[in-house]
């Protein structure tokens, strides 16, 4: 783009954090102080509001950014992260989302410690979902790094670590500022902004093709390189063996781990009853159900009317193709038209990482002073003062997101956030299903649920290709790779079920029936939910 264009484009894309930055001040100005306004923004969203929140939320740079870069440059198989982000949300809808809301308050240790023994319980649990967290945040860290290197006119370096860093300053601030009531309304924003985009750019790519969805596809098999392969099972996932199981690794984190994450969960404590909580549910589920089937459209769109090639040479992962595909769209670089539509997309997708970034932000922050902060000082512990340790934790988070941001820039977001899905997978969702139905669960169950998925997920990343042994690793200059798949899940998510049920089975316990019963008629009627 030209200077006059790229100043055009930066201050348009100023605009959003201008905003978002005036509803954190307008909010913080309002606030109570107390733990259940930071934490659930004082449980008076609507089902409506929540479910656009919740779309707000889910629909990160992963989706918009790193799904349409994984369909441009593989095509069908780029299409599972798609299917598998959506379809996770049926698990949600009829396992978790109303049983969640009346056995907890704010996290959910809330749901395992309601018949637990809550120090060992919080402790485990509160370490699980930070870890959780920071994945996933560095995966908003990644997509705004090649966004705003994009928008600048480089393709790395200096404007890769600055954005990097501007992302965790400003979502340190929405949290610290404004808590779940701020948090929440930069997300319906931010939903809104992000259907609105994503609706005018899939009509102009359908109007470029006349309305023919075959024609589409054609020519982008004819400029991918590979013809009808392009639009076949196999592309990225169809080699060996390992490639295959990476495949149904894969599929298996996405579906499960949509339960386990701990920003998906704290969404259902922001609306006054369980019924509520199904409803916004059932709302989210048509956004973000629509808001992926266009995601399809941008993709092989991408790779019909950019290419893969100029795909490739912006950014290696494919995280910029949905930007480039807004500057073709709307005349090329040197057209105004183009460098509208370039920077209304870009500013787009800068408020979906920031919207979600500061909702995962402010559920670890929860985590570390609701769960390990609290379990360790339970009785002497104060809201006002648990609230004060949770923004003093969102800096320390925003800290430890920003410098894996840096290390892992280089990589495709929807990827970073597969691994993710699979950490939340293994140690979250085994110990919540274990809790809510199974009358026999023991605390040493609990905890070692949580630690048998949690440790083996991370130890398995660790040793993946993801990290060494090869030129795409993290450290490619070092080989330590003794796992052969990029996603645990396979292996990680079934350890942590074991684990659980051996815990269990091993354990001298004798469970309490009682608090079970309890818990059992709370989490099915609401009878006694906070």
Not at 499 to 519: F, K, M, N, Q
Request: overall charge neutral; hydrophobic content about 55%; some cysteine.
């Amino acid at each position: 783009m030209t200077d006059n264009h790229q100043t055009l484009a930066l201050l348009l894309f100023s605009g959003f954090v201008a905003v978002t930055l005036g509803i954190t001040a307008w909010v913080g100005r309002n606030r109570r102080g107390s733990a259940e306004e930071f934490y659930a923004g004082g449980r008076l969203f609507s089902p409506m509001e929540n479910g656009f929140a919740i779309a707000g939320d889910y629909m990160s740079a992963a989706s918009f950014l790193g799904i349409s870069g994984l369909i441009a440059l593989f095509g069908y198989d780029g299409l599972l992260y798609s299917v598998g982000f959506l379809v996770a949300w049926l698990v949600v809808l009829f396992l978790v989302a109303e049983l969640v809301r009346n056995c907890g308050r704010f996290t959910l240790a809330d749901v395992v410690a309601a018949r637990m023994r809550e120090r060992p319980v919080r402790i485990a649990a509160g370490t699980s979902s930070v870890t959780v967290s920071v994945l996933y945040l560095v995966a908003q860290m990644v997509g705004a790094g090649s966004l705003v290197a994009l928008l600048l006119g480089r393709t790395g370096g200096a404007a890769q670590v600055w954005a990097v860093i501007g992302v965790g300053a400003l979502m340190v601030i929405y949290v610290s500022l404004g808590g779940m009531r701020a948090t929440t309304w930069i997300q319906i924003v931010k939903a809104v902004l992000l259907l609105g985009g994503t609706v005018t750019l899939t009509v102009l790519v359908m109007l470029r093709f006349h309305g023919d969805f075959d024609q589409l596809l054609l020519t982008a098999a004819e400029r991918s390189g590979h013809g009808a392969a392009f639009l076949a099972p196999g592309l990225k996932y169809g080699g060996d063996w390992t490639e295959r199981l990476d495949f149904i690794s894969l599929g298996l984190a996405l579906v499960l781990g949509t339960a386990g994450l701990p920003h998906i969960l704290s969404r259902f404590y922001t609306v006054p009853t369980a019924q509520a909580a199904r409803r916004s549910v059932v709302w989210s589920i048509g956004l973000i159900g629509g808001f992926y089937l266009m995601t399809i459209v941008l993709g092989f769109g991408a790779a019909a009317i950019v290419g893969p090639e100029a795909v490739r040479g912006s950014n290696a992962a494919g995280n910029t193709a949905v930007p480039l595909l807004a500057l073709d769209l709307g005349g090329g670089a040197d057209s105004t038209g183009g460098t509208v539509l370039f920077a209304v997309v870009a500013a787009v997708a800068f408020a979906t990482i920031l919207a979600v970034v500061a909702g995962i932000t402010l559920a670890s922050s929860a985590s570390v002073a609701h769960d390990l902060y609290a379990s360790l000082r339970r009785e002497r512990t104060e809201s006002r003062s648990e609230v004060a340790v949770a923004r003093m934790a969102a800096v320390g988070v925003g800290v430890v997101a920003i410098a894996l941001g840096l290390l892992a820039r280089d990589l495709n977001v929807a990827f970073l956030v597969g691994l993710a899905f699979a950490v939340a997978a293994s140690a979250n969702l085994p110990v919540l299903l274990y809790s809510l139905f199974w009358p026999g669960f023991t605390t040493r169950g609990a905890v070692w649920a949580v630690y048998g998925g949690l440790i083996p997920a991370v130890a398995l990343v660790l040793l993946s290709p993801v990290v060494s042994g090869s030129p795409e690793s993290l450290l490619p200059a070092v080989d330590f790779q003794y796992f052969p798949l990029e996603n645990p899940g396979l292996v990680s998510i079934p350890l942590g079920f074991v684990a659980g049920w051996l815990g269990t089975v091993t354990s001298a316990d004798i469970p309490d029936e009682a608090r079970h019963a309890e818990t059992e008629v709370r989490s099915l009627t609401g009878a006694g939910a906070v």
